[in-house]
């Protein structure tokens, strides 16, 4: 059954549905390509046809793109010419597309042809935007949940269809470059201030049907004579400008850590200066020149197929009903807990908010209040929106009010003699089948369940800060956490829409894990004598968000050292001594707590804006005359992170590799265009990270130990995508 139907009616109009099986949203695959381009021929060659309107089955969306997958299907095709592979499949896409566009016309009189509209119910994303840009008009209803653009830069790739080339066009350079370099995406009303689309209608198909039949010019501008790019072309004195400037922003913005930006830029530059139909094969060139650098693949794996998976629900037991919250508990009303109700409440569950006093539970409520208010400032929400979402929060220092509730979160202050008595209180008042979760940072779940008289009901749900905009949720199995209880906690995090991790209980469980080794190692190069600069840079140009000092300064001075007080007192003689915590807590008795005491790794402004760098670190610590090279600064940084996460899978703490990379990635931003810890491992090869980190462990220690698991997978040259795939992967 194919993907794409046609009906012709007596006015003359074919219309062409896309209503993919199966799927909420159309997904364009190989076959859904080759039945579109029949389907246009046969309306094309009939003369009863005046005009055609592509447009889809799904209510409230268009499409949400390309089946990742048929990329790999090309490669894997092509054989041992893979590169040829992906070039002849994309330019078929565009010989498809610029069918479509140019409709049956003349090729040198640009006389005939019939028009051909696009109606979009909603969402169009992808492939699916890039098929309206090769229509002749677009007509979007006025859905005010849809979104409009081409996300691709985000999963490591750019628009290789047509759309960068189409784009650029159509709005210039400048206007076109947050759409294709950052892939901002718009509602409909957006979409058509920026030029993105051109009609929004309360009747889309209406207006296109009438559009249709007014025998309309449907000539592109860049198919006329005399067509000039807006804003200039790269040798124009305007146009030179832009793309210097476009340059320099995106180096600004990915440190030339992301080849997918580089690679768009370069098809836009080169494709400026070309006749169109060239423009699309240069284009064509840099997607495939992308598409076989492997950070784009091991990016495509993270972000797109591995983090659906996850959020599909990839790892939850199977045999357990549907355990979606009803009403949530929330213990705690600080910066966490209010966050918790915030995005607790936005998915529409009941949430009641304790602290220890009604002033203090007001104050967590309040942070939702603010947080709408921020919204209606924006035009994002209204305040019967709000109200809606405040009505959902009951703040109140009275645990009786969580009777009913089937999920407790315990978010308290991080200690485990305060968070048992609150775990004895709490299980006196909720319903026996109530799940209860905490959301510590550190702390073994085994630990605080111990304070339970339900062991199998006791999980960790830890959430990252700031929880509104953190995507990631890792969740912790206790020695004795039930399967029932790991389906909660999954559903839940299902219904805030957030991605979770499932990871087996260990001191600071994966991410926090991972976080303090690549922090501590910042930590102890300051302390050799390596200039700050040279380190937070360094980690900057390997795509992290921010460098490990200045992470430092963001999560507090002070909570890095408590941290390592809690650690050495329940590690004791095993706990290892570390001049990264002399440097911490030195910072600490100066008062030096970081960005919320505007005094940290760096000297801040009134405003809070970091000025640079504090001058006495250099004072403490003078740099050394010999200052090590970027790439080993870089590496140590890395590898720093990359073991741990390799012990955690050695062992079972990491119990599936995707939740390895895709909880690095979101949690922390480790890399992503490596994919994530385990993924840059199969990228520089397990035989030279087990060489390499017996080199670093020689000169600066054993937390560079080479992993047994490692040594064994280099001597056998294996990688952890073929030994540790999942059973789906493998099958495939």
Not at 337 to 345: E, Y
Not at 663 to 688: E, K, R, V
């Amino acid at each position: 059954m194919s993907d794409f139907t046609l009906a012709k009616d007596d006015q003359g109009i074919a219309t062409i549905t896309w209503d993919t099986a199966g799927k909420s949203m159309n997904v364009m695959s190989i076959q859904g390509f080759s039945d579109l381009s029949n389907l246009v021929d046969d309306a094309l060659a009939d003369d009863a046809v005046k005009g055609i309107i592509i447009t889809s089955g799904k209510e409230g969306s268009f499409a949400g793109g390309m089946d990742l997958n048929v990329i790999a299907k090309m490669k894997d095709d092509a054989g041992d010419e893979p590169a040829k592979g992906l070039f002849d499949g994309v330019m078929n896409m565009h010989a498809i597309l610029r069918k479509i566009e140019r409709a049956g016309m003349d090729p040198k009189t640009n006389k005939g042809g019939k028009p051909i509209a696009c109606v979009m119910p909603g969402t169009a994303l992808g492939i699916g935007f890039e098929i309206p840009l090769a229509c002749h008009r677009t007509f979007v209803a006025n859905n005010p949940k849809a979104k409009i653009g081409l996300p691709e830069i985000m999963v490591g790739i750019f628009p290789g269809a047509g759309g960068t080339t189409r784009l650029v066009r159509k709005l210039g350079a400048m206007a076109a470059a947050p759409f294709l370099l950052q892939g901002k995406l718009s509602d409909p009303v957006k979409a058509k201030q920026a030029g993105l689309v051109d009609e929004v209608s309360a009747d889309p198909m209406a207006d296109a049907r009438t559009w249709v039949l007014s025998e309309p010019n449907i000539v592109k501008p860049w198919d006329e004579k005399g067509y000039k790019m807006p804003g200039g072309t790269p040798y124009h004195p305007a146009g030179f400008m832009t793309f210097l400037g476009a340059s320099v922003m995106v180096h600004s913005e990915t440190q030339g850590a992301f080849p997918a930006a580089k690679a768009l830029l370069s098809a836009v530059y080169e494709g400026a200066l070309v006749p169109f139909d060239t423009a699309l094969k240069i284009e064509t060139r840099w997607f495939v020149h992308t598409l076989m650098n492997p950070s784009s693949a091991a990016m495509i794996r993270s972000l797109f197929i591995n983090k659906e998976a996850l959020d599909k629900g990839a790892v939850r037991p199977a045999d357990v009903p549907d355990q979606r919250v009803k009403k949530l508990g929330v213990l705690g009303a600080g910066m966490m807990g209010a966050g918790i109700a915030l995005v607790s409440a936005q998915a529409g569950i009941e949430v009641v908010l304790i602290d220890r006093d009604q002033a203090a539970a007001d104050k967590g409520k309040a942070y939702t209040a603010s947080y709408m208010d921020k919204g209606i400032a924006r035009k994002k929400a209204t305040p019967e929106k709000k109200e809606e979402m405040l009505a959902r929060i009951t703040a109140t220092p009275d645990l009786d009010a969580l009777k009913g509730c089937d999920l407790i979160i315990e978010a308290v202050f991080e200690d485990p003699a305060v968070k048992a008595e609150m775990t004895k209180k709490v299980e006196a008042v909720i319903p026996e089948d109530c799940i209860f979760a905490s959301n510590t940072s550190t702390l073994p779940i085994t630990d605080l369940a111990r304070a339970s008289t339900r062991a199998e009901q006791f999980i960790g749900i830890h959430f990252f800060s700031p929880v509104e905009k953190m995507l990631l949720v890792e969740i912790i199995k206790g020695a004795e956490t039930g399967d029932r209880a790991v389906a909660k906690a999954l559903d839940y995090v299902r219904q805030i829409r957030k991605t979770p991790i499932v990871v087996n209980d260990a001191r600071f469980f994966y991410a926090n894990r991972c976080i303090i080794p690549y922090i501590n190692e910042g930590l102890r190069m300051v302390t050799e004598g390596v200039a700050p600069s040279l380190i937070d840079n360094a980690a900057r140009q390997l795509g992290f968000p921010v460098g490990p000092l200045q992470l430092n300064d963001e999560t507090s001075i002070d909570l890095g050292a408590k941290i390592a007080r809690a650690t050495k007192a329940a590690m004791g003689a095993e706990y290892p001594d570390s001049p990264a915590d002399d440097l911490i807590f030195w910072l600490e008795a100066e008062g030096r707590l970081g960005r919320k005491a505007n005094a940290g790794f760096f000297d801040y402004d009134d405003k809070g804006k970091r000025t640079g760098f504090w001058p006495g670190l250099n004072e403490k610590y003078p740099l050394a005359e010999e200052q090590p090279t970027l790439i080993e600064v870089q590496e140590r940084l890395m590898f720093a992170q990359v073991l741990e996460a390799v012990r955690a899978l050695e062992e079972g703490v990491l119990m599936d590799i995707r939740e390895g990379d895709v909880g690095a990635i979101l949690a922390w931003g480790f890399a992503p265009w490596s994919g994530g810890p385990l993924s840059w491992l199969d990228m520089i090869g397990t035989p030279y990270a087990a060489e390499r980190t017996a080199e670093l462990a020689g000169q600066y220690g054993p937390r560079f130990a080479t992993p047994a698991l490692l040594e064994e997978m280099a001597k056998k040259g294996q990688s952890f995508y073929t030994r540790f795939a999942p059973a789906s992967d493998k099958a495939a």
